[in-house]
């Protein structure tokens, strides 16, 4: 709901990404080039997806996964078209293509339908502690996909790092 309160305290010309991104996504460099900085992003992510499991554990706790996708899916959908439509952005559809259409969708079945079902049957059962992390290894996959099918290097550093994420599954594991 504070969401909310905050899309609807903005004009309906305001981007809340510009804001975002003018106030703390963004840094001067020694050469006065202003750059995202994509480690307050990649922070705000981790703090709030860490934060997410707390919220899923306690709120599948009478309700099945499935409806607790629905549930998810139904808020997330509510705030972004809501959001859309005050802000004006929703008419930005029009410009998304086809292919980016096919992709797009295919991202959502996996993460957001496939992967969060998942997610939400190992969570109702599991400790968060240790099925968090373990799913938090995903990046782990897009590696091994990159490295096969999307021609990505594959470096000493990578690969030592992706060891030690298999390593750390197995100890998650026992």
């Known amino acids: 709901m504070v969401g909310i309160a905050i899309i609807i305290a903005f004009r309906r010309d305001t981007c ?11 840094r001067t460099t020694n050469k006065g080039e202003r750059k995202m900085n994509i480690y307050l992003f990649a922070f705000l992510a ?9 919220f899923g554990k306690i709120g599948l706790t009478k ?9 998810r899916t139904f808020v997330v959908a509510a705030i972004l078209l809501v959001y859309g439509v005050l802000s004006g952005q929703i008419k930005n559809l029009t410009y998304v293509g086809r ?3 096919l992709y ?3 991202e959502a079945v996996f993460a957001s339908l496939l992967g969060h ?15 968090v992390p373990f799913i938090a ?3 782990l996959v897009t590696f091994l996909v990159g490295v096969s099918f999307l021609g990505e290097k594959l470096t000493l550093m990578k690969g030592a ?13 026992r």
Do not use: H, N
């Not at 079902?117 to 099925?131: D, E």
């Not at 992706?162 to 998650?172: D, M, Q, R, S, Y």
């Open 16 to 26: 809340i990404e510009c804001l975002i991104y003018q106030e703390v996504g963004l």
């Open 63 to 71: 309700v099945s996964p499935l409806i607790g996708l629905y549930v």
């Open 99 to 101: 292919t980016d259409i």
């Open 117 to 131: 079902l998942a997610y939400f049957f190992a969570l109702k059962s599991g400790a968060a502690s240790r099925v």
């Open 137 to 139: 290894a995903y990046p």
């Open 104 to 106: 797009l969708a295919g």
């Open 46 to 54: 981790m703090v709030f997806w860490g934060l997410a499991p707390v």
């Open 161 to 173: 790092g992706a060891g030690l994420v298999v390593l750390g599954l197995l100890f998650l594991m």
